[in-house]
């Protein structure tokens, strides 16, 4: 297809409109967190700053216990993901080699929890966290954070599983590996790019949660993962807009990088359980 | 206590072990061509999932609609349970508030979807033309999916700050307004605000689902169309949009229903204020349990919604789950 060199114009600029558009909150933030707080409190308003105030990332570190919440938002993420796939990396491959009964209806389930409102299971979680002395630690907000990727990584490592030739652990059983031997030395390698991307796609859910983290971490500053204490911030009688972008920024660098890798998978995983 | 629970997590994890030494004297002999052992192999690589989900999913779950059921403030589980009532329900649909709330919700749905739709529509359309750096406009397009909610709020925040915000800069530069617009004072401007950071939020889903759609359109179709004469309206009407119906269906309900649970986006930016203007019933439903602690109410609110969201599943589950068995 040929187009005009007037078309080709036209769709290059508003590819370049398009993207400017939906980019500016995150340029915005990024610009705000290095300007001067003077200049942020007058008219107008800084695109550029002319002397980038780089040191704010480490006073917005320093300040406050943002390298503790991001270290709890983090352990958070590695024991909600290292728990659910444990469990999930199992069901989804029975799910996907094994006529199971009642496999249908679980397959259901697993789907229907994926919509579950998180203000519904905030209630008798907290009711039974409470009761078992789990109110505080990051061991509630592991349990909670499991409850929505186990649903939603069994049914895209089941996705994965099914694209796995069967052939290959049948050749592998006969040549003397139990099918548990054939799970872990065959089929996991081959399904690895999937498991990795699964286990990013759960750091990315961990990440992002609020309800859970805001509910069950409320004693004290040191145990809030990251979206929590950053929320905080703008009830400071003080608003220092450049250091809350700062530390909105660090918040968000993880995820921005951990997209970066997943981008070409994302199709895949967002549409797990959606599409086929 | 705390470290008695999560040993039992780590135990779950790791059960399999054990089993494999067990069945491993009679899997010497394990060929496919004994289903029987099979199926035993099937439903305990399941086991741990069934047990993690039954006691942080289906347990929790069924202890919800337990309390919704009893006229609790703060529940504790066994200690004397009341006797089940409707007490709760009574009162849910004859305050005014819920209404309000099932009022804020619909036209946020409503609103948030559309605006969702034409925007993804519009750049999946970008994305499907054929153009140098076309994979990092892709990248860029999507980038909002992966910011934190959190952080998306904050940057909205200051962006529409009422003093200082680049927002009122904007309008007041260019004279659109005389002064700058306080937007989280008043109803109508916070519930603006909380639909942009949705939009935001939301569109990338729908631009990567629909450029998935567009991208399994043969060209040949367009090629007869084109021959034919169609027009590029007509294309889209007759050609796009029906190619792209199996899309358009989860993706429209997925995106309902993710508006319709969401919480952290109108908690942190405007806490269901100012007067209740932005309170849904996912922040109806928090509120109840956590400031006010009528957990028994709460979880009645959230009963409910989950009823709706299960209505609302049923259509996609119908379409959706049916052919992957």
Redesign the interface.
């Known amino acids: 297809?040929h187009r005009s060199p007037l078309h080709?114009a036209m769709?290059?600029l508003?590819?370049i409109v398009?993207?400017a558009i939906?980019?500016f909150?995150?340029y915005?933030?990024f610009t705000?967190s290095l300007a001067p707080t003077s200049q942020?409190?007058?008219?107008?308003?800084v695109f550029w700053p002319a002397e980038p105030n780089w040191i704010v990332y480490w006073e917005s570190i320093t300040e406050r216990p943002l390298l503790r919440w991001l270290t709890n938002s983090s352990l958070a993420a590695a024991g909600a993901v290292?728990?659910s796939l444990?469990?999930?990396v199992?069901?989804a491959?029975?799910?996907s080699?094994?006529?199971?009964r009642g496999?249908?209806e679980?397959?259901?389930?697993?789907?229907?929890?994926k919509?579950?409102?998180?203000?519904?299971?905030?209630?008798?979680?907290?009711?039974?966290f409470r009761?078992?002395?789990?109110i505080g630690?990051l061991?509630s907000i592991?349990?909670?954070h499991?409850?929505l990727i186990?649903?939603f990584s069994?049914w895209m490592l089941k996705g994965y599983f099914d694209t796995i030739p069967t052939e290959l652990e049948?050749a592998a059983?006969i040549d003397g590996c139990?099918?548990?031997g054939a799970l872990w030395r065959v089929v996991l390698p081959a399904a690895a790019p999937g498991i990795a991307a699964t286990a990013l796609y759960g750091v990315?859910l961990s990440?992002?949660?609020?309800?859970f983290a805001?509910?069950f971490l409320t004693s004290a500053q040191n145990s809030w993962t990251a979206?929590v204490g950053?929320?905080t911030?703008?009830g400071e009688h003080f608003t220092a807009?450049n250091e809350?972008?700062a530390a909105?920024?660090l918040?968000?660098i993880p995820?921005?990088i951990?997209?970066?890798f997943?981008?070409r998978y994302?199709?895949g995983g967002?549409?797990s359980?959606?599409?086929? | 206590m705390a470290r008695q629970t999560a040993d039992i997590g780590i135990a779950r994890g790791s059960s399999p072990p054990p089993v494999a030494s067990i069945y491993r004297s009679r899997w010497f002999d394990f060929n496919l061509s004994r289903p029987g052992n099979q199926h035993k192999l099937g439903y305990i690589l399941l086991l741990p999932a069934l047990l993690l989900i039954a006691a942080i999913i289906a347990y929790p779950l069924i202890l919800s609609i337990d309390l919704s059921l009893q006229d609790v403030k703060i529940a504790r589980i066994g200690s004397g349970d009341q006797p089940w009532t409707l007490v709760n329900y009574q009162r849910l649909f004859a305050s005014a508030e819920f209404w309000h709330s099932c009022w804020v919700t619909i036209r946020l749905v409503l609103l948030v979807t559309t605006s969702c739709f034409i925007i993804g529509m519009g750049t999946a359309l970008l994305l499907n033309q054929v153009f140098k750096g076309r994979k990092l406009a892709r990248l860029l397009i999507a980038i909002p999916w992966a910011i934190p909610e959190v952080v998306a709020v904050i940057g909205f925040w200051w962006i529409f700050d009422s003093s200082f915000g680049v927002v009122n800069w904007t309008l007041v530069t260019l004279g659109i307004v005389e002064r700058p617009i306080a937007w989280f004072s008043s109803g109508a401007g916070a519930f603006f605000v909380v639909t942009v950071v949705m939009v935001w939020k939301g569109y990338p889903f729908v631009s990567i689902m629909l450029l998935a759609g567009l991208q399994s359109i043969p060209e040949e179709f367009y090629e007869a169309a084109r021959v034919d004469g169609a027009t590029a309206w007509q294309r889209f009407l007759n050609i796009t949009l029906p190619c792209l119906s199996p899309v358009l269906g989860p993706t429209l309900v997925l995106v309902m229903l993710w508006v319709f649970r969401d919480f952290s986006v109108i908690y942190v930016l405007t806490q269901g204020g100012p007067i209740n203007a932005t309170e849904t019933l996912g922040i109806m439903t928090y509120e109840q349990a956590f400031s006010f602690f009528k957990m028994g109410y709460a979880a009645a609110i959230g009963v409910v919604t989950l009823v709706i969201c299960a209505v609302a599943a049923r259509f996609m589950v119908r379409r959706v789950a049916q052919p992957l068995y």
């Open positions: 297809m080709s769709l290059y508003t590819v398009v993207c939906v980019m909150p995150i915005w933030m705000s942020l409190k007058q008219f107008p308003p290292a728990l444990s469990v999930s199992l069901a491959y029975s799910l080699r094994f006529r199971v496999g249908h679980l397959g259901l389930f697993i789907l229907v929890s919509m579950l409102p998180a203000t519904l299971l905030v209630i008798p979680l907290f009711v039974i009761q078992i002395g789990l630690s061991w592991v349990l909670a499991a409850t186990v649903p069994t049948q059983m139990t099918p548990l990315v990440w992002g949660d609020y309800a805001r509910t979206n950053i929320a911030l703008k807009w809350i972008m909105a920024m918040t968000a995820i921005i951990i997209y970066l997943l981008e994302l199709v967002l549409t359980g959606a599409v086929k």
